[in-house]
Every structure is written in C-alpha cells, then in structure tokens.
C-alpha cells in the first residue's frame, strides 16, 4: 500500500478511536509489517510537528494516541462552559462571619473558634479584597489582626458594620469565650 | 374457482393501501375510478377482517370518506347548475402529497447508508476555566447563617472548662492580667495589702471581677498568702521561688 | 493572526470537540471575524479532501464537525464498535422526511399527511436524537413541534436542511409510464 494510504487510515483510526492504539493493532489493519508502520506513524507525527498542527500524535507505551497540542489548551478550553465558582466557601463564609462580628481578629482566634485551619480561607478573603489586616497584636510573635473592608461593606450592602443583625447571646458568648482562650 | 393463497400486504395507512391500489390499477392519481378503487379498498378492509387484523379508524375513516365521494359522483347533475368541483380533487391532493413524502424517505434512505460511512470521536475531557460569580448573591443573612453554624458546631466541642467564668470579664481579658501585674507590683513594694485595698479605684463591676480573679490566680501561683488579722483580710507577698520574669502561662498547670 | 495559527486552532478545537462547533464558537475562540473564518475553514476542510487525508472537516448546518473520510470506514470498522443501529422502518422514515421538509411540526401535522397515528415512530426518533422538540404550538393544547437535529444531518450526510431536494422535485409517477413499466 502506498505510504500517503496508510498515514490516512492511521489518522481515521487514531481520530475515531480517540483512544491509544497498539502499533500491532494499526499493523494488522493497514496490513503493513511493524516496523514500516512504526516509521510511517513517527514520519506523520514528526509531519505534524514540524507544520505546527492542532493535533500531534503521541506515542503511550507501544501505543499510538492522537491529542491536541498543548500549545493551544487555551483556545480548546474556551469551548466548554467555565466552572462558576461560588467565590465564597462554606469555610471562607464562616471565617469571614467571624471577622465581621469580631473583629479585629487574629488567625489564631478563628482557628479556636471553628477548631481548624483557616489559613486558605483568610488568604482568599485577603484575595477578594473583603478584609485586610489592620495591625498586630500585642502578643507573642506579634500576629496580624484582620478587619473588614470597604468592600465587605459594599458587596453586604451595608453601611457599616453595626449594621449586622445582633446575633443571640449563645452565639456571642461561646466564641467570645473560645477567643479569649485563643489569647491565653 | 381458483383458489389464491396471498399474503396480506401491510400498509403504513389508508393513504398508503390508496397508493397501492391506484398504482395497481394503472391509473391516474387525478382521475381516480372511485367505484372500482373503494370497491377494492373495502375488499381489502375485509381481508383484514379475515385474517383477524384490527381495522383501525383511520381506514374507516378514509372508507367513509370514499362512500361519500363515491355517492356525491352518482348524483346527477342538473343543466344550468354550476359546475361543481369534483369531490375526488382533495383525496387527490392529500395522495399527491403523501406520495411526495414516500418518495423523500426513500431518498432518506439512501442518504443514511452514505452518512453511516463516517465516524466521529468522543469529546475529550476538558477542564473547565473557573469563573468566580459574582459576590452579589451573597447577603448578609449568609453571614448571619455562617454565625449559627459555628454557634451549633461549638455546643457539640468539648464541655465547657472551668475558666469559663473569665467570660464574666467580657472582652477584657487583658485586665485580668494587668490586675496581677498591678498586684504583684504594690504587693512587692509594701509586702502586704488589705484584700479592700485592691478595690480602691475600680471603676466598674468587670474590673471588680478582674481584679479578684487576679488575686485568686496569684493564691494558685503561691504568690500571694492570706491572712485574717485585725486589719481583715491581708494579703502577704510571697517571694518568688523560681527566678525569671512572671509567667502567667505556667499558672495554668 | 496568522492563517497558519487558526487553522491549527480550528483544528484542534474540532478534535477536542468532537462534536459540531458552530462557526460563530470557533470564530470567538480564534478572534477573527465570521467571514474570514468561515474562508479558513472552509480552506482547510479542501486542503483535507485534497490531500485524501484521514479525517475531514464536514459542515452541520452552521457549524464544522471533524469526521473520518468515508473512504476509510472500512478500516476503521474494524477498531471502532460501529453504531449499528436496526434500520429505520418505512413508517418512521417518512414521518422522518415529513418532519425534515416541513419543521416545525407538530404530531397532528404529520399525522394529516400520513393519514395515521405516528407516536411510535416519533418516540423512536427523539430516541435516536434525530429529531427534537424546539417549543410549542400557540394553538388549544399546546401540541409539541418537533425538528430535526444536528445528528439528524450527520446521520443522513446533510450539509443541512436547505440543500434537501425540493420536495416537488420527487416526480409522481405517471400512470401511462406505469403501465409501460407493468408491461415489461
């Protein structure tokens, strides 16, 4: 079979595949000895490469798979809806919580009052602009105390921080009572 | 007579059985003998019938149908009378255009064997870009919501230690320190001090409690004795054991 | 941009794709106007034939999907489970072709040039993807109308609906040929 045939058959079977195919396989169908269709698949790779197409054959073990070339993942990804990704978290919400009625807080006082880490969640409200650190502690290692912003105020809708509906009583003294261990 | 076994050819519906005897008969859609071909349609109805076929409506309805023409074709027409249309021109349009369709899918037909030749692949997984939405569905009712969530989620933490009471002082937890600072320092100066002195000048109730919780801490430090006399209660000041700054920290062991 | 650049764009965004990308998707991934990506495309898809290369760029209606070229299925087969599917019955591909030549229509629609009930061949059919119900009818009920679909023009090899046959071009036959016919 002429060599232009094969590479056809090689890219219809590689492109309806959309999976890895063995050179065997592509040998047998082509009915071509395995060491030609090795050189033809690299020729039409290499061919590939060498015009800078959209699409390059790579090769998976003893396997042949046909891909995109990373070279254009950006314009590829714009053809699947983006991700809308809820900006805030359940655990950069509640952090955030925290800091509006407590504020000014330190990273260690959130920690107490929710029982885990909240490094991302403070880097990604710092991120969004909704807080910004406002100064240190006067305590060991001299930790940063955050604050609301402008902005916080502006994406709540509201006009200042007291504003915020009061919450119960439960509610204040239990991690007011947490954040003053928090100090300790 | 001859006897003829035939099978029952089966039709997509009236129009269709029509179509086949029209043909059959070698005539033209528009001039259709109506005698002979209802004649034949009801023969066909009742071979049905025969051979336990469900008749559905929609071959009476056409049967119907062709009685009609069939009695409005025998009416005589009387001179003078304006020429009617002919009652068979509007089975004939219906055929015509049913028989155009017939004509399509078989067209159809030979589309499909050439459209099988072709393959296409799957779509590749793709990660989505992210887009953060905007923050304007959010309201302060999530805050407040996020609030009681950790209210709940600390109800169930471990039971409420004892220095909880130090929630009486409020926010000032500072004071508390402060005040055994303050203590130690006028106790290490005059050695002793009456237990009212340390109320002098306080100016409110959380004080009041800071400073008593500064004295019962410094009992717990061992830094601080106390003694009825006749002046009441004095506080002694006990010298510190360990050398080193105050540390408020180890108290707590 | 380069010519070169977007038609390697294009090429792997049909890859990735798979599936149809409309002409105005690829011509806001590649940030160039319709018409001149329409000409790229349209220059590719010939370079493709020309060169009798594996795959093809086909159109669907207003959109390019990348296929296998016909002329491989036979190799291709043999990798790909084909989509063997019982063929279409009479009934079904007339209420087929009556809903290609005269979409949107509803079920009451067809059933009046058919002169039956069609519901099995409709369920079948939105079953198979080939048609597919676009709205409702302003009228009592609000009937169904139903169209065609995109699969609908691969499956039948369909540029798209406008380069059907006229439907007054199918030739009702004539009863003097017809009995020439039954003559013979």
Same mark, same amino acid.
């Given at each position: 079979?002429?060599?232009?045939?094969?590479?056809?058959?090689?890219?219809?079977?590689?492109?309806?595949?959309?999976?890895?195919?063995?050179?065997?396989?592509?040998?047998?169908?082509?009915?071509?000895?395995?060491?030609?269709?090795?050189?033809?698949?690299?020729?039409?790779?290499?061919?590939?490469?060498?015009?800078?197409?959209?699409?390059?054959?790579?090769?998976?073990?003893?396997?042949?798979?046909?891909?995109?070339?990373?070279?254009?993942?950006?314009?590829?990804?714009?053809?699947?809806?983006?991700?809308?990704?809820?900006?805030?978290?359940?655990?950069?919400?509640?952090?955030?919580?925290?800091?509006?009625?407590?504020?000014?807080?330190?990273?260690?006082?959130?920690?107490?009052?929710?029982?885990?880490?909240?490094?991302?969640?403070?880097?990604?409200?710092?991120?969004?602009?909704?807080?910004?650190?406002?100064?240190?502690?006067?305590?060991?290692?001299?930790?940063?105390?955050?604050?609301?912003?402008?902005?916080?105020?502006?994406?709540?809708?509201?006009?200042?921080?007291?504003?915020?509906?009061?919450?119960?009583?439960?509610?204040?003294?239990?991690?007011?009572?947490?954040?003053?261990?928090?100090?300790? | 007579?001859?006897?003829?076994?035939?099978?029952?050819?089966?039709?997509?519906?009236?129009?269709?059985?029509?179509?086949?005897?029209?043909?059959?008969?070698?005539?033209?859609?528009?001039?259709?003998?109506?005698?002979?071909?209802?004649?034949?349609?009801?023969?066909?109805?009742?071979?049905?019938?025969?051979?336990?076929?469900?008749?559905?409506?929609?071959?009476?309805?056409?049967?119907?149908?062709?009685?009609?023409?069939?009695?409005?074709?025998?009416?005589?027409?009387?001179?003078?009378?304006?020429?009617?249309?002919?009652?068979?021109?509007?089975?004939?349009?219906?055929?015509?255009?049913?028989?155009?369709?017939?004509?399509?899918?078989?067209?159809?037909?030979?589309?499909?064997?050439?459209?099988?030749?072709?393959?296409?692949?799957?779509?590749?997984?793709?990660?989505?870009?992210?887009?953060?939405?905007?923050?304007?569905?959010?309201?302060?009712?999530?805050?407040?919501?996020?609030?009681?969530?950790?209210?709940?989620?600390?109800?169930?933490?471990?039971?409420?230690?004892?220095?909880?009471?130090?929630?009486?002082?409020?926010?000032?937890?500072?004071? *508390?320190? +402060?005040?055994?600072?303050? &203590? @130690? $320092?006028?106790?290490? =100066?005059? !050695?002793?001090?009456?237990? #009212?002195?340390?109320?002098?000048?306080?100016?409110?109730?959380?004080?009041?409690?800071?400073?008593?919780?500064?004295?019962?801490?410094?009992?717990?430090?061992?830094?601080?004795?106390? *003694?009825? +006399?006749?002046?009441?209660? &004095? @506080? $002694?000041?006990?010298? =510190?054991? !360990?050398?080193?700054?105050? #540390?408020?920290?180890?108290?707590?062991?």
């Amino acid at each position: 079979m002429e060599i232009r045939r094969i590479e056809s058959i090689i890219e219809a079977v590689l492109f309806a595949s959309g999976d890895a195919v063995s050179a065997e396989k592509l040998s047998e169908i082509t009915q071509t000895d395995i060491n030609t269709l090795r050189s033809v698949v690299t020729g039409l790779a290499d061919r590939y490469t060498y015009e800078k197409r959209g699409i390059k054959i790579i090769k998976v073990g003893d396997k042949y798979q046909m891909a995109t070339r990373g070279e254009f993942s950006e314009y590829v990804r714009q053809i699947v809806e983006p991700r809308r990704r809820n900006p805030l978290s359940k655990a950069t919400l509640e952090v955030l919580a925290i800091i509006a009625y407590k504020q000014p807080v330190t990273r260690v006082m959130i920690e107490k009052i929710r029982g885990v880490n909240c490094d991302n969640s403070v880097t990604r409200l710092l991120e969004l602009g909704l807080i910004e650190e406002t100064g240190k502690l006067d305590a060991p290692g001299r930790p940063s105390l955050f604050c609301t912003t402008d902005e916080f105020l502006r994406s709540f809708a509201i006009d200042s921080i007291s504003e915020l509906p009061p919450i119960t009583e439960f509610i204040i003294e239990e991690p007011v009572q947490a954040m003053e261990e928090a100090v300790e | 007579m001859k006897q003829i076994s035939f099978k029952l050819e089966i039709f997509e519906g009236p129009l269709d059985l029509l179509l086949h005897l029209i043909s059959k008969n070698k005539v033209s859609l528009y001039d259709i003998p109506i005698s002979d071909i209802t004649e034949q349609y009801m023969d066909y109805l009742s071979e049905m019938k025969h051979f336990d076929i469900e008749v559905s409506s929609e071959f009476l309805v056409v049967a119907a149908n062709l009685l009609y023409i069939k009695s409005k074709m025998l009416l005589p027409k009387y001179e003078g009378e304006q020429e009617e249309d002919d009652p068979r021109t509007e089975l004939a349009r219906r055929l015509e255009e049913y028989k155009r369709f017939k004509e399509a899918a078989v067209y159809l037909m030979e589309r499909e064997a050439a459209g099988s030749h072709t393959f296409y692949k799957m779509r590749e997984y793709i990660e989505p870009r992210l887009i953060d939405e905007s923050l304007t569905d959010i309201t302060v009712k999530h805050l407040v919501d996020a609030m009681a969530e950790i209210a709940d989620k600390l109800r169930y933490r471990l039971p409420i230690k004892a220095k909880t009471f130090k929630g009486l002082v409020g926010r000032e937890i500072i004071s *508390v320190f +402060s005040k055994v600072k303050a &203590v @130690l $320092k006028s106790l290490s =100066n005059l !050695k002793k001090i009456r237990f #009212s002195d340390i109320f002098k000048g306080v100016k409110s109730r959380d004080e009041a409690v800071a400073s008593f919780l500064a004295v019962l801490e410094l009992i717990k430090m061992n830094r601080v004795k106390v *003694v009825n +006399s006749d002046e009441g209660v &004095v @506080l $002694k000041y006990v010298k =510190n054991t !360990k050398e080193g700054a105050l #540390s408020f920290g180890d108290s707590q062991d």
